[in-house]
């Protein structure tokens, strides 16, 4: 899974989604397709979700404060719904192990 690495103030922060801080992001109101009608909701809310897996605890205060200092937002939203399609992804991709199997019986 994508990752991405940010510095700020000489401290290294991992973004990152899984399966669980994606169930905790939807659980606090976001929904990827109302980002473009909702954006001063949903963008703070898909960058705060990647410090979830990494960063607990993190204050939104200086979650904001870093948000504030990056260069290139369109580019970090970007990426960032790359990563949080490709968390979704898991739960359907059939490139799994396969030692489950499953038969449909009427």
């Keep these: 899974m994508s990752k991405i ?3 700020h103030e000489k401290k290294e922060y991992v973004l990152e989604y ?3 801080s994606v169930k905790t992001m939807e659980s606090q109101g976001f ?9 001063m ?8 979700g ?6 607990k605890g993190i204050k939104r205060s200086l979650i904001d404060e870093i ?3 990056i260069g290139d937002k369109t580019g970090l939203m970007q990426a960032l719904m790359e990563m ?3 968390t979704l992804s898991t739960l ?5 192990e396969g030692n489950v199997t499953w038969t449909m019986v009427k």
């Design 92 to 96: 359907t991709d059939d490139s799994g």
């Design 31 to 39: 929904v990827l397709d109302e980002i473009t009608s909702k954006p």
């Design 41 to 48: 909701t949903m963008i703070p809310l898909l960058f705060s």
């Design 50 to 55: 990647a410090f979830i897996k990494n960063c």
């Design 5 to 7: 690495v940010l510095n």
């Design 84 to 86: 949080y399609a490709e």
């Design 67 to 69: 948000y504030d200092g």
């Design 18 to 20: 899984s399966r669980q």
